[in-house]
């Protein structure tokens, strides 16, 4: 296990290569960071990048949040490839890659949108899509779906199967609400995760009596939940490839591993 303590500020999403080679960090101070994954070195670091970062599913780009803006950078160089500045009036909080790489999810303030990624085009949102700040979104492993979950305690799920052949649209359609869970948990929903076979979601929350919960994708019904999760808030979840184990990390500064089916 290596380590790395070179941040001075709150690290805010890790995000690994496809072929696990490499790590991008961005934090509090907007620091974009690539790290050997093997060794924990630095590779190359961009400051005003964003502190929300992902790799493309191709490895080619990453992609950041930045205040209210988007930005895609050449993975290798880190040179700034393009940017949509004022994606979100308030602030962006979560964002994602469809599997295919060509279209992105945002979460702000109530809102998301769904994007192009090649050319940065808003192809989709729903304006109210929640109550509160969208705190983390993910594609269904079909590329046909969004999950989202919020600050309203709510989990929905939205349709997205129709947007890829829009990516030359100039007009900005609806997202479609397919199903949703109101009251998923008794406080904010923080983080989600979808299984890598696409039947269950996990999510966690601030909500100290049950901060992990296991849902069922297809009907929202709830399969298992686990009461002190964190001793406080569980920030991020995310289920083991085959779908046997679900890590979570929160407030307490403990990562913990549990097993998904009990």
């Known amino acids: 296990v290596h380590s790395q303590g070179e941040y001075t500020e709150y690290i805010r999403s890790l995000s ?12 509090d101070e907007h620091m974009l960071t690539v790290w050997n994954a093997t060794t924990m070195k ?11 970062s992902l790799f493309s599913p191709d490895q080619s780009q990453i992609i950041s949040a930045y205040q209210k803006a988007i930005r895609v950078w050449d993975a290798t160089s ?3 490839l393009r ?38 085009t808003r192809l989709a949102e729903a304006s109210e899509g929640h109550a509160g700040w969208v705190r983390s979104v993910a594609f269904s492993p079909d590329g046909q779906s969004v999950v989202s979950v919020s600050d309203d305690k709510a989990i929905r799920v939205w349709d997205v199967s129709s947007l890829g052949i829009r990516q030359a649209a100039t007009d900005v359609v609806p ?4 199903k949703e869970r109101v009251g998923a948990h008794g406080f904010w929903v923080r983080a989600l995760s979808v299984s ?10 601030h909500d ?9 994708a297809a009907s929202l019904e709830l399969l298992g939940e686990k009461v002190g999760a964190d001793r406080y808030r569980v920030n991020s979840v995310q289920f083991s490839p085959d779908g046997a184990h ?3 990390g929160g407030d307490d500064r403990a990562i913990r591993l549990w097993d998904s089916t009990t």
């Open 42 to 52: 630095k590779i190359k670091s961009t400051p005003r990048a964003g502190g929300i």
């Open 78 to 80: 880190l040179e700034l």
């Open 175 to 178: 997202l479609q609400l397919r």
């Open 83 to 120: 940017e949509k500045a004022a994606v979100d009036p308030k602030g962006i909080k979560s964002i994602s890659c469809s599997p295919d790489g060509t279209l992105l999810v945002v979460g702000g303030y109530s809102a998301l949108s769904v994007w192009d990624l090649a050319s940065l």
């Open 208 to 216: 100290t009596r049950s901060n992990l919960k296991v849902w069922d």
């Open 16 to 27: 690994f290569s496809q072929d696990a080679q490499r790590i991008v960090a961005g934090n």
């Open 196 to 205: 890598s076979d696409g039947s269950r979601l996990a999510s966690g929350s």
């Open 246 to 248: 679900i890590a979570s």
